[in-house]
């Protein structure tokens, strides 16, 4: 088997690469900073592709990963781990707009990619990793909003495939709180541990869920979260 984690540099990405390289997959890595793939091709046991790439910058990154899947001779899986978030309380112009740019264009352009690719082999498996923020609205308003379109975009791929005659798979990630960079503060609800985390998408990939929460127990939160009243919800958070 043959998977490409989009943005396995650190987190949640770095740790899946490595539970699947140790599972026997050969994997392609992909991230903005080559030193960091460098040190994790070091850490990985199996056969590792490496390709840097920027998802700031579409027509790069399209080709970056189409270069990669044909150095691989085609993959299984293609994970889309690549995202980014802004907690500034100034709230700039530039951090959302970057936001968008990531979590959004460059999603779908990869997202698109894989799509095609799996369509050409007539089988496959896309894997998203979206967030529990998809469900509301939040202070940080183009990460909720941009991981609302991922799981949309990743549902609206999955409506896709039931008119072809493929093999095709979507699965979207809900993450909540993982101890990553991303997670900064004190006292964070429900912080797992991110080789945890990893595991958990991992297994949720082996059995081809349309939708999972990571950990399992998010999956009352988002829940609860798309039942409640905004009102009821702008009081919680502020």
Known sequence: MKAVIIGATSGVGRELAKLMSASGYVVGITGRRSNLLDSL????????????????????????????????????IIVINAGVGSINPEFPLSEELD???????????????????????????????????????????????SKAYMS???EGLSCRTLSKENNIYVTDIRPG????AMAKGEGIFWKAPVEKAAK???????KKRRVAYITKRWWFIGLLLSCLPFSFYRKIIS
């Open 41 to 76: 091709e070091k850490e990985l046991p199996s056969k590792c592709f490496k390709s840097t790439m920027d998802l700031t910058n579409i027509s790069e990154s399209v080709r970056a990963l189409e270069e990669l899947l044909g150095r691989m001779d085609g993959v299984d």
């Open 99 to 145: 936001t968008v740019a990531v979590n959004v264009s460059g999603f779908t352009a990869m997202a698109n990619i894989a799509y095609h690719h799996f369509v050409e082999k007539k089988g496959g498996h896309i894997v998203g990793v979206s967030s529990i923020a998809a469900i509301k609205g939040g202070p940080a308003a183009a990460y909720n909003a």
């Open 177 to 180: 709180f993982v101890d990553t």
């Open 152 to 154: 949309i975009y990743l």
């Open 200 to 206: 958990q998408i991992f297994s949720s990939i082996q």
